[in-house]
């Protein structure tokens, strides 16, 4: 196996579960938020984490950046375990996270340079060529330098996102983890924005794992996909195969789920209740769907 086909990251039958609050402060029980996921990224590709909210996709990309401690399981990054130096900056330079809402990640009293520049002055990049960096970052983003000195209330919100993705690469990470990038932008600005992720990505032989709910951004950007339900994953492969032949019928359902055109055909798609311990059929999802088509009222002509 050649450098290109090996991973740089494999995540091995990891587990987080969270503590269930009781009376009097109490402890009533544990939640497993993810339940033994395994997978891996190779170097240079994008491994999509698809599914809804509440599946476990976030709490697998915060225990890959040390947000998280694992109850179980192990990262392996380059074939090292780093299970137990996640969180540490000796980590922090080779994996970087952009997050869903770049609003709320930027810090409101700092300019945008002095954004980038916290994770240069955490590695000790030197004072006198941080300002060149920045320029250079700024510049890799499709933003003008002169950006540096505002603040985030003056950028829209792509702007800002195009800066979180700056300053996730101002230590020039192996890994990206990209939490939702695009969910809270319009959607002719998701375009841009992932056009400019699979840029730096063949620019910067960068590797990504992209975590999102939107299948169709999905399809288009990522090599392998994994559909968690559950804290599981039920379903993973090279994305034109999961797309096209899903195997799972929770695959199918997500697939299904991708908003229309046709205002009718959406009113039609059924809800599905999640019922803990089942997932949901193909043959559920067609039942519910004639239910609905039974009750509706016809339209007056």
């Known amino acids: 196996m050649n450098a290109r086909q090996s991973p740089l990251l494999e995540v091995v039958d990891l587990v987080k579960t969270f503590p269930i609050a009781g009376a009097f402060g109490g402890r009533a029980g544990e939640m497993t938020a993810v339940d033994h996921v395994s997978f891996s990224i190779r170097r240079g590709g994008v491994y999509g984490l698809a599914g809804e909210s509440g599946s476990g996709k976030s709490t697998i990309a915060r225990m890959i950046m040390g947000l998280f401690q694992p109850t179980g399981g192990d990262v392996l990054l380059s074939g090292a375990n780093i299970t137990g130096t996640l969180g540490t900056r000796a980590h922090s330079r080779q994996v970087q996270m952009v997050f869903q809402n770049p609003g709320s990640s930027l810090n409101p009293r700092r300019t945008i340079g002095q954004s980038i520049a916290v994770p240069l002055e955490a590695h000790g990049h030197p004072r006198a060529d941080r300002r060149r960096r920045i320029s250079e970052l700024l510049d890799m983003v499709q933003l003008p330098a002169s950006f540096a000195d505002r603040y985030p209330h003056e950028l829209s919100g792509g702007q800002k996102q195009r800066v979180a993705i700056a300053r996730a690469l ?126 509706e009222v016809p339209k007056r002509t």
Not at 177 to 196: K, W
Not at 199 to 214: E, P, V
Not at 231 to 240: D, L
């Open 170 to 295: 101002a230590v020039a990470p192996q890994l990206v983890v990209l939490d939702e990038p695009t969910s809270a932008l319009d959607v002719s600005v998701q375009a841009r924005v992932i056009e400019l992720l699979t840029s730096l990505g063949r620019q910067l032989d960068l590797t990504y794992l992209f975590i999102s709910h939107d299948l169709s951004l999905m399809r288009n950007f990522a090599d392998e996909v994994g559909v968690l339900y559950r804290g599981r994953i039920v379903e993973s492969g090279p994305t034109a195969r999961v797309f096209e032949q899903p195997e799972h019928d929770y695959t199918r359902l997500l697939i299904a789920s991708v908003p229309v055109i046709s205002a009718e055909e959406e009113a039609l798609r059924p809800t599905i209740p999640l019922i803990d311990g089942e997932i949901p059929t193909a043959e559920k999802l067609l039942a519910l769907r004639e239910s609905q088509r039974a009750t």
